[in-house]
């Protein structure tokens, strides 16, 4: 079976073909094109949607025109199979010969895998490149990082309930530590990861931790619903 194209699109767009070797779209539009179409596979887009999209301030005709030699820069530069359904009137990325790094993340294919390695630990935004292609873009580019950063937190969430069920604190400590950074004012995740840093023999990083909140929420009724979880810690630490 040949292996795909694999699209990043968590972070700056990057694209692999299937040996894992990059291949390069100099023009930061024909990057937002194909970013486009992979995060909507299978999806048939209308070519006046690209056009709208990116190239807003063109005329029709020009922002065809320019839409026709993006596709045509596009399918030249992918090494491999040719993820593009192309026809007059739409353009759609086929999963066939090509996946994305969303894509794999939709399909629970990196659930385990996450821990350790995972989507937006280091502060990356959807597409965080691609800022400034036009105002609905990036209006585009938030709302797609926020379902992101939801199904990234539902995965680590699901990985961090199977580690506490199952009595390994330790990967509980490691996938809560991620669930955390994800939002660090969810209460309840932040309860839960001090409770599994006192099970682990951490009672003095559970108490920096609740000083670190404290620090963090103004709200005093927020800080209120923290102290239960202090009270975990045992008077000894």
């Not at 390069?24 to 970013?35: H, M, T």
């Not at 066939?96 to 894509?103: E, F, I, L, P, S």
């Not at 604190?169 to 309860?191: C, F, G, M, Y």
């Amino acid at each position: 079976m040949e292996k795909k194209l694999v699209i990043r699109l968590i972070g700056a767009f990057s694209a692999t073909d299937g040996e894992g070797n990059p291949f390069v779209l100099a023009g930061r539009k024909d990057r937002a094109v194909l970013a486009f179409l992979a995060a909507h596979p299978a999806r048939p887009i209308a070519r006046e949607r690209l056009v709208e999209l990116i190239w807003p301030e063109a005329a029709d005709g020009a922002g065809r025109a320019s839409l026709r030699q993006s596709l045509s820069t596009i399918r030249k530069a992918i090494p491999q199979s040719d993820p593009l359904l192309v026809d007059r009137d739409t353009v759609a990325f086929s999963l066939d010969c090509a996946t994305t790094d969303v894509k794999m993340l939709e399909d629970g294919s990196r659930s385990e895998r996450i821990i350790g390695n995972m989507p937006l630990a280091n502060g990356e935004a959807f597409l965080d490149d691609l800022g400034g292609i036009s105002a609905e873009f990036d209006t585009w580019r938030a709302t797609e990082h926020s379902r992101i950063v939801s199904l990234v937190s539902d995965l680590v969430d699901g990985v961090a309930r199977n580690a506490e069920g199952s009595g390994d604190i330790n990967k509980a400590v490691a996938a809560l530590s991620q669930l955390v950074s994800l939002d660090p004012l969810n209460e309840a995740s932040q309860r839960r990861y001090m409770r599994a840093l006192i099970a682990s023999g951490q009672a003095n990083s559970a108490i920096r931790r609740y000083q670190m909140l404290e620090k963090l929420l103004q709200d005093d009724a927020a800080i209120e619903t923290l102290e239960a979880a202090v009270r975990l810690v045992p008077e000894s630490a």
